[in-house]
């Protein structure tokens, strides 16, 4: 059981503490925002003692084993290099960091100081990828070949992710999960070709890649913030293929279609954040009682790979985060 803080009192943070309380014994016993208002209004919301004023304030506390990066994602870097300097482990919300460089950054310092650091990829820790992971380890489906996935969102333009000095867009909200998907699947990327379209003069709304991979193996993957997409992803090799049906990213069931054979059906009830947010934040735990400065599920270079790919595409189109990056 590890202490948690929550840097920056979000909707994210609001549905992560929710599914820690429901689902396990950690602790979340601290809350810090820039406001102090806001921070007492979620402390007290989600029963957590100590509310503070202000970021420092909270990877200060003394009662913190392990602080939860919640803010914008711009200020990922900082925060979670904050906590790492204070001698608290971190689990950043993805993305990690905004570009590959960030999060090399922020492993290096976990590393240095002998602490945890961990990307709250929750896909990646459910029960369903772990069962995915067992079928693709088992060479069931054969050489794998293509990956697709889709992850598209209608937003208004009075949403937070139209804020281009917030980093805004597609690619960090929703393009990460179908590129992490392709990688996780598909491996060590080789190349990338992306095409784009924006929503308005200062912001891209929309991306599709594909991916090439040194396996041989070409990934698929579009994201938007345009339309509702039907957010389906599947993965086929030579022997078989598994559907994720929509939201693919989410809990819920898959099904394995042999070339030959009959199909194979993986049933989980489909489930949202607060059923599925807490078992990154096991993971992390258990990674911090192993002595682990990152996740055997997730490790730093998945991390690292994802953004690196992201990097790819957003130099091809064009798109360039607060700060030039």
């Known amino acids: 059981m590890l202490r948690w803080g929550i840097l920056g009192p979000g909707w994210i943070a609001q549905r992560f503490v929710g599914a820690v309380q429901a689902h396990t014994g950690q602790q979340v016993v601290a809350v810090g925002s820039r406001s102090v208002d806001r921070a007492e209004r979620f402390a007290a919301g989600l029963a957590i003692g100590r509310a503070h004023g202000c970021y420092n304030a909270l990877v200060a506390d003394p ?167 039907p957010v389906v992803a599947s993965i086929s090799g030579r022997d078989g293929f598994v559907h994720l049906p929509a939201p693919w990213y989410h809990p819920g069931p898959f099904s394995v279609f042999p070339r030959d054979g009959e199909p194979l059906h993986h049933v989980e009830p489909i489930g949202g954040h607060v059923d599925g947010l807490h078992f990154s934040a096991v993971d992390a735990a258990r990674s911090v009682a192993d002595g682990r400065s990152e996740s055997a599920v997730h490790p730093h270079a998945d991390i690292v790979a994802t953004l690196s790919a992201m990097d790819a595409i957003r130099a091809q189109l064009g798109i360039e985060f607060p700060g030039g990056l």
């Open 63 to 229: 009662d913190v084993d392990i602080v939860y990066i919640s803010t914008p994602h711009t200020e990922h870097l900082r925060g979670a290099l904050d906590a790492l300097h204070a001698g608290k482990h971190v689990l950043v919300e993805k993305p990690f960091g905004l570009n590959a460089t960030q999060a090399r950054e922020i492993a290096a310092a976990a590393n240095a100081a002998g602490l945890f650091a961990g990307e709250a990829m929750w896909t990646r820790f459910l029960p369903k990828f772990d069962v995915l992971k067992q079928i693709l380890d088992s060479g069931g489906l054969g050489p794998i070949t293509t990956v697709s996935a889709d992850h598209g969102e209608y937003f208004t333009t009075d949403h937070r992710i139209y804020d281009p000095t917030l980093a805004g867009g597609p690619m960090l909200d929703l393009g990460t999960y179908p590129i992490a998907l392709a990688i996780w699947a598909g491996g060590e990327v080789d190349g990338v070709s992306a095409t784009g379209r924006p929503a308005n003069d200062e912001l891209n709304g929309q991306i599709s890649a594909i991916i090439d991979h040194t396996s041989g193996a070409q990934s698929v993957v579009t994201t938007t913030i345009l339309s509702n997409t």
